[in-house]
């Protein structure tokens, strides 16, 4: 197992490249596909959860990039705002074929108002009034769009504030590890003090126990010519 900073990275993006890989069969295979509706419209479907799969991958490829040392994390930045950008402009196609496929279906809709029928061959409203109903559709479809951007933007942020948590978790574990260094540094020196004062101390004993060992022998000395004397 690869334990380097930078392995989960790469696996989130080599998993963002294999789906962006898939979205772009789909969106330039059955999601162009504008014989086949249902097909296509299958096809958009996948498009759509496989876009909110390559989003999560990059959430997880900046969330490990707090992880990888600040000397390499340039280049893996760049990687990121490459993913970011493959994304957007693959969200922006799949957006525009379901605005092509919204006016496909409004267009070839039967039923609708202004469309001819045998007693009025020319409809029982004009063009415009079509055109207005699928614009007001679209527009519809804009404003769940929007709507969908915008929860986006909130998760994006909420995971934007998770991940400034997380790096202010990581600088407190990492203050905490400095301090308790300096302490196991304090400690041994301390320790280095204690032993050699402890090393004098003996030393100085073994001084003194000499020194009353040489007087003591200088007494019965001087008292053993006196006493011969």
């Not at 004062?197 to 003194?208: A, E, G, L």
């Amino acid at each position: 197992m690869d334990n380097s900073p930078t392995a989960l990275f790469d696996s989130y993006e080599s998993d963002f490249k294999q789906i962006i890989h898939s979205i772009r069969d789909k969106l330039e295979g059955d999601a162009k596909d504008v014989g086949q509706g249902e097909q296509r419209k299958a096809a958009l479907r996948r498009v759509e959860m496989e876009l909110d799969e390559a989003d999560e991958m990059v959430s997880q490829m900046e969330i490990e990039i707090q992880g990888i040392p600040q000397s390499l994390r340039p280049s893996y930045q760049s990687r990121i705002k490459a993913s970011k950008a493959d994304l957007t402009r693959y969200k922006k196609l799949s957006k525009d074929l379901h605005a092509q496929l919204s006016r496909a279906e409004l267009l070839a809709r039967p039923g609708l108002p202004g469309t001819p029928t045998s007693d009025e061959p020319y409809g029982a409203t004009s063009d415009r009034t079509r055109l207005l109903a699928g614009t007001e559709l679209l527009e519809d479809g804009s404003r769940r769009v929007l709507e969908s951007q915008r929860i986006a933007l909130e998760t994006e942020e909420q995971g934007a504030d998770i991940l400034r948590s997380l790096r202010g978790q990581r600088e407190q574990i990492q203050n905490a590890r400095d301090t308790l260094q300096r302490a196991d540094t304090s400690i041994d020196r301390a320790s280095g003090t204690l032993k050699k004062m402890i090393r004098r101390m003996y030393q100085q004993r073994i001084v003194t126990a000499a020194i009353i060992l040489v007087l003591v022998l200088l007494i019965l000395v001087i008292l053993y010519f006196k006493l011969v004397r």
